[in-house]
């Protein structure tokens, strides 16, 4: 049975991935580093984006992926769809309709927010996640979590091997590095770096920042609940959402921007379509006296 609750950009779940023969090819002199066993190989940001999007690729695929016209979708469309440029970085998103409470962002700017988390956060909750998530692509966070997934399995696979010509993540290494993407662990200053960057992305845009404390209150109330042990296991690596709640209303505080959230009407349906009816002309009957 699935756990409901999961913490945001970590998925409690294994990919049951078939072993086939997808392959990225990053080029000989990258893994003929690897095969040496050195550390310190090139690893472009083209590279991060070419291994990311193939891992999510994947995981488009071992997902049930809103479709254009699901109401999730629609949503999203309509809460993020102008956000999809920003410094540095292009990004696409889908919605996976899956119950968990989750989102993640990858390298190469794509960003899947979970219906879970859409079922439980109003549109500016949502846009402070979703702002979170941005932050550890514009950070490079992201890049580097995919490095570190790289480089851990190609070392793995090429201290097992003895050709040389081995240039390819296989589709079984990619499986892992996909889980890797999702369950990447950042230290506490990149998640508050990424909560920074939330802060002022709602701040720029508009919006209000008091979003980004509630969001931190609302995963706080679920550690409380039957989920607690859980909840508490998967954030060992983060800040606790509790002090992370308290550092975005001091932020608030600070530009004098505080004041206590309320919670917006949460919508995931498809938008009613209205019926426009047509009113009949009615014809009058012209009579004529006739002349005695």
């Known amino acids: 049975m699935k756990k409901k609750f999961i913490v945001l950009g970590v998925l409690f779940a294994t990919f049951g991935f078939t072993k086939m023969n997808a392959q990225i090819n990053f080029g000989d002199k990258a893994i003929g ?26 995981m488009d695929t071992e997902n049930e992926v809103a479709s254009a016209t699901d109401p999730y979708t629609l949503r999203l469309n309509r809460v993020f769809g102008k956000y999809t440029a920003g410094d540095g970085y292009t990004l696409n998103y889908k919605v996976y309709k899956l119950k968990e409470v989750n989102a993640f ?28 998530e941005i932050g550890h692509v514009a950070n490079n966070d ?23 010509k081995v240039a390819a993540v296989t589709d079984s290494q990619l499986g892992k590095i996909g889980s890797s993407i999702i ?39 679920m550690s409380e609940g039957s989920q607690a042990s859980f909840i508490d296991q998967m954030m060992s690596s983060h800040p606790d959402s509790q002090q992370r709640a308290e550092d975005a209303k001091k932020r608030a505080e600070k530009d004098g921007l505080y004041k206590p959230y309320v919670q917006q009407k949460i919508v995931n349906t498809a938008p009613v379509a209205t019926k426009t009816t047509t009113k009949k002309a009615t014809t009058t009957k012209k009579t004529t006296a006739k002349k005695k």
């Open 183 to 221: 369950d990447s662990k950042f230290s506490r200053k990149q998640e508050a770096e990424a909560d920074l960057y939330s802060y002022n992305f709602l701040k720029k845009n508009g919006y209000d920042v008091n979003a980004e404390e509630s969001a931190f209150r609302i995963l706080a109330k």
């Open 142 to 164: 992201s890049r580097d979590a995919i490095k570190a997934a790289y480089k851990k399995e190609a070392l793995m696979d090429a201290a097992a091997s003895q050709s040389t």
């Open 33 to 58: 580093a690897v095969q040496k066993g050195v550390t310190g190989f090139t690893f472009s940001n083209a590279d991060a984006a070419a291994l990311s999007k193939a891992a999510v690729d994947k």
């Open 105 to 132: 962002a990858t390298a190469d700017g794509s960003v899947r927010v979970y219906s879970g988390l859409m079922d439980i956060m109003d549109d500016n909750e949502l846009l402070a996640v979703i702002g979170h």
